[in-house]
């Protein structure tokens, strides 16, 4: 091969060392265009230059293999120092190796995630894998009751993580009554100890936070214990709990501050109430105990609340479970209220005071009925608030930087969770019109990430999510709700195949035979595919996880039909229904 002339290796010097990204390419090439594409979807500039449309290509591509011993293309440059070929920029990818070499220096942070819940740490996790170079920002300001907690979000330190253990301490309660029953003798009085029960709890959130903390620092996550504020869209203000500032730059900025409990227009109710940010540390035994909201938290909580053998109220203003289907809400509710929940249905507090102090305290609280004007009072030692919960968008500088929010504070963004700002995207609870569910947090900001560093492309399925209300008695659901399923696809196309059933479990227990329920919800316009599956009974979590696949997938009816159910357990009842609700049949059992 004849020298290269000077003046051609001059200018591939000039191409390499002028441009961050610098593909030698030719138009024609498969993995030419393989290359081009990944880094097209990684969101890279790149400069490519097609050697086939030069007069002087062939003399560059020997410079080029003179300079590097590769004489193939792609021949592939990242700020300098040579990647190589196609598969060499795969396997750096695959491996987290090649965003660390195309990153733009000028900023501190690829991304900066403001919120360190379970789709905050999910994201920045993920991303941190690709090969960026991440910061987490989390800050939790105290409840008006001052508590606070560590590194993991809502979910892990008060939601869903200690409702479920208090919910299996009063499952447990449940079972103790059970087992003499099944032949099990002790006389000794058994009693529940609060105390052991929130030290227990709290001991293993505090593990969980540890872990995290571990998990960032494995990935390389820097973690910052400060409350984040936009600056402008690619910088934030940090201010740790000491007051110091900091100042730090990023590409991308993703908000995961998800949500905090809403208090009611009521005297004293930030003062003397708490809420499910308290009642999981709660340093004493609430005692009787008035929940005011009907919320899934308020029912969760009064369930296990009752559960534990406190005595509890429930005040709702007007239906149980807001957009849950309703009848499967109110048979949670008649449920709870036959096992000894209290409800005061269309009431609402109108003032608290104290009458006492103590562990617990005692309040007076009087309320007032919506319709009559009836006006009541009662005392109680604990008011547990579950009316809502309102997102953490507000003094985060959203508006400062032009972030369109809906009116009530929730983020408006678009199928790849992107805000209105091209580099701010947003994910969890404070999105407008999204499920307000953990694992879909969880699965939105892992996506989010693969897209935003490692050319994915796949978006987060809203559709056919199931979830768990983790009342006394479990409620499991998946898809439409009847009344959305016949506002969406007419009533005259909706058909539901209905029936109770008797826990085999329940028999010898000699707990009442038609408490569960369960119903699935077909569109007969569509070959009956199931658009609804709702369950209420013992381990409904377990039951409406496994079936949801189906429904995922588009089961119809039939399909349930040709399952064949395994004997003896509550799920095998989905594949044996035959009642309709349009029938008219009665749907009770007088046995297993």
Known sequence: MA???????????????????????????????????????????????????EANGDAIQN?????????TVPNVFAKGTHIG???????????????????????????????????GLACSK???????????????????????????????????????????????????????????????????????????????????????RVQLREKSVKYLNAYAELVDNHTVKMVDKKG?????????????TGERPRYPDVKCAKDYGITSDDVFSLPYCPGKTLVVGASYVALECAGFLKGIGLDVSVMVRSILLRGFDQDMANKVGNYMEKHGVKFLRQFLPTNIEKLEDGTPPRYKVTYKH??????????????????????????????????????????????????????????????????????????????????????????????????????????GCCGFSE??????????????????????????????NNDCYAKIICNKADEERVVGFHVLGPNAGEVTQGFAIGLKLGAKKKDFNNLIGIHPTNAEVFTTMETTKSSGMETEVAGC
């Open 85 to 119: 070929g196609a598969d060499n920029v795969v396997t750096m990818h695959n491996q987290g190796q090649l965003w660390p070499m195309v990153r733009d220096d000028k900023y501190e942070y690829d991304l900066l995630v403001i919120g360190g819940g379970s789709g």
């Open 483 to 512: 009344e959305d399923a016949i506002s969406k696809f007419g009533e005259d196309n909706i058909e539901v195949y209905h029936t109770n059933f008797f826990p085999l479990e329940f028999t010898v227990a000699e707990r009442d």
């Open 370 to 475: 919506i319709e009559t004007g009836e006006v009541r009072s009662e005392e109680f030692n604990t008011i547990l608030i579950g009316i809502g919960r309102d997102p953490c968008t507000s003094g985060i500088g959203l508006e400062k930087v032009g972030v369109k929010l809906t009116s009530k504070g929730r983020v408006f963004v678009d199928d790849f969770e992107q805000t209105n700002i091209p580099n701010i995207h947003a994910i969890g609870d404070i999105l407008e019109g999204k499920l307000q569910l953990t694992p879909v947090a969880i699965q939105a900001g892992r996506l989010l990430a693969r897209r935003l560093f490692g050319g994915g492309t796949e978006k987060t399925d809203y559709i056919n999510v199931p979830t768990t209300v983790f009342t006394p008695l479990e409620y």
């Open 3 to 53: 020298p290269v002339p000077e003046n051609i290796v001059t200018l591939v010097e000039k191409y390499i060392h002028e441009n961050a990204v610098m593909i030698f390419s030719k138009s024609y090439c498969p993995f030419c265009k393989k290359v081009k594409e990944l880094f097209t979807s990684l969101g890279i500039q790149f400069t490519a230059l097609e050697l086939d449309k």
């Open 244 to 256: 110091k500032e900091q100042i730090a730059t990023a590409n991308k900025i993703v908000i995961a």
């Open 126 to 212: 993920e991303a941190a894998a690709l090969g960026a170079k991440v910061a987490v920002c989390d800050f939790v300001k105290p409840t008006p009751k001052g508590t606070s907690w560590g590194l993991g979000g809502t979910c892990v330190n008060v939601g869903c993580i200690p409702k479920k253990l208090m919910h299996q301490a009063a499952l447990l309660g449940e079972a103790v009554k059970d087992a003499r029953k099944f032949g099990w003798e002790f006389s000794e009085q058994v009693n529940h100890s609060w105390a052991k029960m929130t030290e227990a709890v709290q001991n293993h959130i505090g593990s969980l936070n540890w872990n995290y």
């Open 63 to 71: 410079a080029l293999a003179e300079k590097t011993g590769q004489k």
